[in-house]
């Protein structure tokens, strides 16, 4: 199944570590980070796991619930959340779906056969309150994921939503924006960007970037 940005996330039910998961309802008025691992007791996926747990405030000043994927068993899932606590020194309170069917690899998409026709590739769903697919990542098995460009994704998105700007390269927290070319009218400029902007190209306007 190809799912694209703006699509509906899949709904699914499926057991996880902390008990029976119905897909939206958990999510509820959350935004979402759903994201896959090959298999349990694999090094990079247990330092992934790790520097989820690490920015658990980080998440949650966002408003973003975490979901892992992996296509072991309950069972296996928390004898393996016993090794990343040892070895990351982070408590794992987050919950990781026990995809032995490969149900919700299948529906989102995960496994790539020419990559691996049985285990997942690193996918990263970002989703809003809505249930919308707002962006995706995927990284090889070989590659760890970028956990700083995940929180730095969910802070573009969350921003953009509020206000008439995109977030240019390299963006980060707290750095100028670029005004939305669409919105031309003077006035409306002001009431938005008291603070004023600076045009490089009349479709390239920066400004400080706004509060909330």
């Excluded at 008025?29 to 405030?57: N, Y």
């Excluded at 496994?111 to 919308?132: E, G, S, W």
Aim: glycine share 6%; proline share 7%.
């Amino acid at each position: 199944m190809t799912l694209r940005i703006g699509d509906t996330a899949p709904d699914f039910t499926q057991a996880s570590t902390t008990g029976t998961i119905r897909f939206h309802e958990w999510l509820g008025a959350s935004w979402g980070v759903l994201f896959s691992h090959p298999r349990d007791f694999t090094p990079v996926c247990t330092t992934e796991l790790g520097a989820t747990a690490k920015l658990k405030a980080e998440f949650e000043r966002r408003n973003v619930k975490v979901l892992a994927v992996s296509v072991d068993p309950v069972e296996s899932h928390l004898a393996w959340v016993g090794d990343i606590e040892e070895t990351q020194q982070a408590r794992v309170d987050f919950p990781i779906l026990a995809d032995s069917d490969r149900k919700v690899s299948d529906l989102y998409g995960m496994i790539h056969p020419n990559a691996n026709d049985t285990l997942t590739v690193r996918a990263v769903f970002f989703i809003d309150p809505a249930k919308r697919i707002r962006a995706t990542i995927t990284y090889p098995a070989s590659t760890g994921r970028n956990f700083d460009e995940i929180l730095r994704v969910i802070d573009s998105l969350q921003l953009t939503d509020r206000h008439s700007v995109a977030t240019p390269a390299n963006w980060k927290r707290g750095e100028e924006v670029i005004i939305a070319p669409s919105l031309t009218d003077p006035a409306l400029l002001k009431q938005k960007f008291p603070a004023g902007y600076r045009t490089l190209k009349p479709y390239l306007r920066y400004t400080a970037q706004p509060e909330g």
